[in-house]
């Protein structure tokens, strides 16, 4: 089965000019890097390229194809010569008024690649710029990521998105859980405990990946089942979506928090093992035990096998966690990263 990358035009590989209408040659311009990675793309993958944009009634008196092919076919020739060929071309004339079923996030255009016998929507992208393009993923039952080229190239050519989904039930916790590595920072967190929701939204948004976590634990008796099964079940997580590792750079971050130095190293080698030199002046901060955050963080380390150092010096409980939180974030977003021109194992073991 064929892999696809449907692929948006203006703002995503053109620049989108105010009135968004790219029908002059003084408007037009690519956005930063979309060649250097849609060439790479195309070197080093199978994927289909499919171009799929919405323009506004073109074709009629207010956006005459006459000023839309000649920046258009400049478009495709520039791309023609870094070998960029799409291998279609699908566009939309309709008006956002007319609600036709072709127009964007509707799937009007794109029935053909509904065959599942022949592509593989589950491993194939929409990359784009609006809530519209997201939505077409959504739809499409494909990945969605923005237009960071950088970004694109390493995750695509890196064979994929590292997405993995977990259930996790005992008789004192029901966990669900979804981790995405190469999102795009999105975070639905709800643990049953403010405080613990609040650390855990630091980890999507600074190491720009999605979670998505919901945990109905047995808070009546007290925090500790919840906290540690979260934790478990993180770390299992991270495990399974790193897979064989190949191209990551492995090592991770130190950052200040006002009156705090926070420092989280780690090493996704395969050996777990905590190192932990906090204190903390408070039992409790928020609605969790100050004692409960090294037993997450042991917990972590040993359920992704990651070595794991954690420090924080300063005199403000909640600024030493949140900051440890974020550092961590950062290390991961260091440490997991691809390099999709050397996916190699970073060992010299020959397994991680």
Known sequence: MRRILFIDRDG?????????????????????????????????????????????????????EADFLPTHQ??????????????AIHI????PSDNAPTRKPRLGMLQEYLDK?????????VIGDRESDRQLAENLGCHFLLPDWERVREVVCASGARTVSLRRTTRETDISLTLNLDGTGQADIHTGLGFLDHMLQQLPHHADLDLSLTCKGDLEVDEHHTVEDIALTLGEALLEALGDKRGIERYGFTLPMDDCLCQVVLDLGGRPWLVWDVEFSRERIGDVPTEMFFHFFKSLSDSAKMNLH??????????????????LARSLKM???????HLALPSSKGIL
């Open 310 to 327: 954690v420090s924080a010096k300063g005199e403000n409980n909640h600024h030493k966690i949140e900051g440890i939180f974020k550092a």
């Open 12 to 64: 995503t590989i053109l620049q989108e000019p105010e009135d968004e209408q790219i029908d002059s040659l003084e408007k037009f311009a690519f956005v930063p890097h979309s060649i250097t990675a849609l060439s790479l793309i195309r070197q080093h993958t199978d994927f289909l390229l499919v171009l799929v944009s919405n323009q506004d009634g073109l074709g009629t008196p207010s956006y005459p």
């Open 117 to 125: 016998q022949k592509y593989d929507l589950k491993g194939s992208y």
């Open 74 to 87: 400049l478009m495709l020739n520039t791309l023609k010569g870094e070998g960029v060929v799409f291998d």
């Open 92 to 95: 939309d004339r309709s008006l």
């Open 335 to 341: 440490a997991v990263r691809r390099d999709p021109e």
